[in-house]
């Protein structure tokens, strides 16, 4: 009778959790369960546990413990807030190597800390709602502080590795839009990163650092609220409180508007009161209506998000899509167009070029002349008392201002008087509530093995072992297999090898190939032509790693001059990758064609270089593209580029760039960096040497041959040093006359071009691919300097010494 009760004790330990509820105020080695296990702080201020945000989903966050007024409490750090786990049978665990790993109820690590410990550790929650791992020796080795998510607390630092990135709306806890971190300048950035576009809106860009009150000259990249109410950063930017001076619960919190607030805490009605802002003026938050919108402010409704005339929402449920053209533009039938006037309206950036002293008659053609001209700004300079003209590409960040003089022209089919009865302005912008669900189906054979653990309860302990043994071994291989795709399943459409079998003809029709990679044009289920892209490694592990590398890099990107993902197959040996269908191929294959002429290459020099400095200083991470060559560099029906083959790409964290984690040699001879070959740090400057050596190419038509730095193998061909010192040479001799230009231009051009717009293109090329990489610009100097459409317009010149 003794044995038999020792045997299902043992087997309860063995197959049942533990499910009491528990809070503690600190863990060692072992774990807490969700969702009822919870650490608390010594004040009892705050909370760390599992944070309900649907059915059955929770995430592991930090909250303070007492509910405000409405009975909600405030989260403040969340550790899985893009991969909500599931309430029952999730745990985290605190294991003996010094590790804390969320693990999901399929035995997935959601989360880690990513720590080692030859001692002992043990997980606190301290008083100012920071939550730290320490050795027995008083050693932290970790500490939530480091990785805020879209809430500093007072004494909380914002560093060079650390951002904050907001909701995606008031009842969605994943990452949202916007983004708060310190630049390669130094300076702390808001930035706007939306579902198409990307921009960087605080200090406003059109200001310079100065200006705007900030200093490039520091290295710490630190800003920190204290409890009084002050807040200072490092590049000179401060602000106080309203309450400040008095020591109160307070937050630093980057809403889902876009705006930063500072909150404190009012005891007697336990809500939170905004004591500081960063915007007045709602609709100055960039993205906040999305494309082809206006947002307009009602002290009485607030915010407001309205499409123009001639345009409908996307998403009826989400201003984030913006809105869409309910016509289609004729490029070749410019007299059916005509222009809607907007009346105290402003649209921000993407001007095609800023015109001087135009009639308004001069600036409707000029739009009309441009088949990607949606619209045109035209306004009073009260410098020189003309009207400016400026067309645009895109109707993006529109607001509406009633002292705002000027108007705006936006481009619509003729005969439709319809389009101003059907502008409705000032529309409601709702944010419809939105609750994840993490309830897993249950696998058929669960209840199988429940039967199965009883009945080896009542055979003994032994057959108990024996079970689980061999359950720990079955799935392990699968674990490891699968635990890669994990991420990507969430995002993408994961499809079957024989619907992309069916889409591409059985891969009949090949549009490109690479060197490990080919690519076949199908067209799938929903009638979409898309780009097929099979690696020929296959699930080998080469072939393994590069299909990893280019999806993972390429899903967390979202910019108009990079290619766009939208699924992949993962299924047995087969390895592939399904992008949008770019009409006109590789740079590379027009230029070898004679395709373009000079403003379609000045057009794709600019938006390569838009699509490189999002990669390097606007994503949330830092990419190093490593292969940027012409036959990466894809064009769209319109010609415009977007940046591909993400098979060599290197993400990186915000703390630093070095060499350190690059094992071999990356890119294609005749495009890369001397670095590489001299085995010197790596940084982003490799990418904008390749893109000075594509520029080049762009401009004389000649290829650098895969060759060895100034040592080509064929000597009628032109290397990429025999090319840069050629065009130098040109530069030197030429002295006061511009007649060398002429000479090494690509004949195929026919002389039609514009001089001083490709003197300058040749001088940024030139720089890109100076041999010294602290003498090359970075790809956003690149854009927002060198190439601005403004200083084309002044003829700004670009000095090399």
Known sequence: MDVQILILVLASLVALPVSSSSTIFSLSEGSLSAPQDSLLSPNEEFTAGFYSVGDNAYFFAIWFTKPLANGNNTVVWMANRDQPINGRKSHLSLLKSGNLVLIDANQINVWES???????????????????????????????????????????????????????????????????????????????DGIEMTSVFWPSPWLIVWDAGRSTY???????????????????????????????????????????????????????RVTWQLFIAACRVHGVCGLNSLCSYDPYFGRKCSCIPGYRMRNPTDWSYGCEPEFAISCNDTSSMDFFPLHHVEFYGYDIAYFRNKTLQECKNLCLKHCDCKGFQYKFVGGNGTYGCYPKTLLFNGYVQSSWPDIVYVKLPKGRQTWEANYKGNLQCDNEKVMLDRAYKRKEQHGWIKSFIWSIVVAGVLEILCFLTYWIKTRKGSHETKQG?????????????????????????????????????????DDRVAAIKSLSGGA?????????????????????????????????????????YMEYGSLSDNLHANKLDWEKRFEIALGTAKGLAYLHEECLEWVLHCDVKPQNILLDSNYKPKVADFGLSKILNRGG?????????????????????????????????????????????????????????????????????????????ASETKSWIQEIVDPSLNGIFDLEKMEILLKVALQCSEEDRDARPTMCEVVDKMLHPENLELKIDINLS
Not at 674 to 692: A, C, H, L
């Open 114 to 192: 990513g720590t080692q410990s030859s001692s002992s550790v043990e997980l606190r929650l301290l008083d100012n709602g920071n939550l730290v791992l320490v050795t027995s020796e008083g050693q932290e080795i970790w500490q939530s502080f480091d990785s805020p998510t879209d809430t500093l607390l007072p004494e909380q630092p914002l560093t060079k590795t650390s951002k904050l990135v907001s909701r995606r709306s008031s009842t969605n806890f994943s990452s949202g839009f916007y983004q708060v971190h310190f630049n390669e300048d130094n300076v702390l950035h808001l930035v706007f």
């Open 218 to 272: 520091n290295d710490s990249k630190t800003a920190v609220l204290d409890r009084l109410g002050n807040f200072v950063s490092s590049d000179e930017f401060r602000f106080q409180s309203a309450d400040y001076g008095v020591e109160l619960r307070r937050r630093l919190t980057l809403d889902v508007d876009g705006n930063i607030r500072l909150y404190s805490l009012d005891m007697l009605s336990n809500t939170w």
């Open 485 to 525: 795709y994990l991420q990507l399943s969430t995002r993408f459409k994961k499809f079957t090898y024989a619907e992309l079998k069916k889409a591409s003809s059985n891969f009949s029709e090949e549009i490109g190939r690479g060197g490990g990679s080919i690519v076949y044009k199908g067209k799938l289920s």
């Open 540 to 580: 080998n592990y080469q072939g393994e790693a590069e299909f990893l590398a280019e999806v993972s890099t390429i899903g967390n990107l979202n910019h108009m001059n990079l290619i766009e993902l939208w699924g992949y197959c993962a299924e047995g040996k087969h390895r592939l990758m399904v992008y949008e």
């Open 657 to 733: 760039l070095d060499n350190s984690s690059f094992s071999t040699i990356r890119g294609t001879r005749g495009y890369m960096a001397p670095e590489w070959i001299f085995k010197m740090p790596i940084t982003s400057k490799v990418d904008v040497y390749s893109y000075g050596i594509v520029l080049l190419e762009m401009i004389t038509g000649k290829s650098p041959e895969v060759c060895a730095y100034g040592s080509c193998r064929d000597n009628d061909a032109m290397g990429q040093g025999v090319l840069v010192t050629w065009i130098r040479e040109k530069m030197r001799a």
